[in-house]
């Protein structure tokens, strides 16, 4: 199960950055997400067109950040993640589309469609806690 502190983080915030690599040429790309907590899957959308789209299709294999807007070196909070990029399907599209225009209904307008990553894991600094806090986490087997 994951740590409330990580899970609760993650609700609050709503943009990610995502990196993606195809043949030694790494790309990152920034995207509005929403937090399937259960699954610990996070929802975003994207053009097909993308070029973080295109190699994530091409290598499943991801990471990314995921940090709160402002800063203050004392309250510093973030993760680091990683994961697998997934097209969904079915029933996990319609889930995962429904958690997403839930948290962004203006979304619904633009064009793109949902993607999912599914976390494997995370590292969280929290200074909250004291400086340089870290919390990690990984998906059980």
Request: hydrophobic letters at 40%; charged letters at 25%.
């Amino acid at each position: 199960m994951m740590d409330k502190k990580i899970s609760d983080f993650i609700k609050e915030q709503k943009n990610l950055t995502m990196c993606t690599s195809v043949q030694n040429q790494p790309w990152c790309a920034n995207c509005f997400y929403a937090f399937m907590e259960k699954e610990a899957m996070l929802v975003f959308k994207s053009d097909r067109s993308t070029n973080h789209i295109t190699q994530a299709l091409l290598n499943d294999k991801v990471a990314g950040t995921i940090v709160p807007d402002l800063y203050k070196t004392g309250t510093i909070k973030g993760i680091q993640f990683t994961g697998r990029f997934i097209a969904p399907e079915t029933e996990l599209l319609e889930a995962a589309k429904k958690k997403y225009y839930k948290k962004f209904p203006f979304a619904a307008a633009v064009d793109g469609e949902i993607w999912i990553i599914e976390l494997f894991r995370i590292k969280m600094t929290d200074n909250t806690l004291g400086f340089g806090k870290k919390i990690n986490w990984e998906k059980e087997a």
